[in-house]
């Protein structure tokens, strides 16, 4: 057999492999989008036998990510401090990873768990242009926009929430205090960049296993679900640990609920 013919031969055996591969690969993905299909369908019916509208478009796909055990970082605080304080006049190791930070304007303390508190001494922390200020210090500290319920006085709170590859810590916001248009304190979570990845025990729960928990261990009262998203949940094991992990938000027309993708466990919020 000449090398011509041979070499014809073989491209024709791997264009047939491929052929093959791609058929079998075509046929495990229709599959999946049948099995898919078929779950939703199961779980819109299962809502809907307790009158609760489930719209199976909002069913994720997503994979949630692995949880995280943060590192913190000291750095990072007093840039938050000297933001939201100024000039730094003093620095004060409390011991046990409490550090207090104080300016001509107020002080603030960090704490080695990620939470931290800011108030205002002898003026506002801002007063001139204060809502752009809160709005500045969740761009350059990874929060996300901030939400503001102000009276006509301009007396009142605003909160947001800590996000971490884009995705947001549920409970870890930041609260901003407003006194007559001006802002007076600060406090929440203030979550260090550096991580580690962590190994889950087991596969984490999909959105389609957090919807059948939610409606099998809650006896919540709605009428529709209305978004399911991935999001982070924060955990302190101990005073100076941060751990984040992965949770499926549930929105529903009443409330929202947080489903722990490791453990199943279920906070309402």
Do not use: H
Request: proline share 5%.
């Amino acid at each position: 057999m000449d090398r011509s013919r041979l070499k014809n031969i073989i491209i024709l055996i791997l264009v047939l492999v491929n052929v093959a591969l791609l058929g079998s690969l075509a046929i495990r993905k229709r599959a999946e989008y049948t099995a898919r299909q078929r779950t939703s369908e199961q779980l819109v019916a299962l809502f809907a036998a307790d009158g609760i509208a489930l719209d199976p478009d909002i069913i994720s796909t997503e994979v949630p990510p692995a949880g995280r055990s943060l590192t913190r970082d000291t750095a990072l605080d007093q840039r938050a401090a000297v933001y939201l304080l100024g000039s730094i006049l003093s620095t004060n190791d409390k011991g046990g990873g409490i550090y207090d930070y104080t300016s001509a304007v107020g002080t603030a303390t960090f704490r080695s768990n990620g939470t931290f508190d800011a108030a205002s001494l002898q003026g506002p922390l801002a007063s001139a242009d204060a809502l752009d200020f809160c709005r500045d210090f969740c761009r350059k500290f990874s929060y996300s926009e901030p939400v503001f319920e102000l009276d006509e006085d301009g007396s009142g709170k605003a909160s947001a929430a800590p996000l971490c590859g884009k995705l947001p810590v549920f409970n870890a916001a930041v609260t901003f205090t407003f006194s007559s248009g001006s802002l007076i304190a600060v406090s929440g979570t203030l979550l260090p960049e550096n991580y580690t990845e962590l190994s889950p025990e087991a596969a984490p729960l999909s959105a389609a296993a957090a919807l059948t928990t939610f409606q099998e261990e809650t006896f919540a009262v709605i009428s529709a679900v209305t978004d399911i998203y991935l999001c982070y949940e924060l955990q302190t094991p101990t005073p100076s640990s941060i751990t984040l992990t992965p949770a499926w938000c549930i929105a529903t027309d009443t409330a929202k609920y947080y489903v722990n993708c490791e453990t199943g466990n279920i906070t309402a919020n």
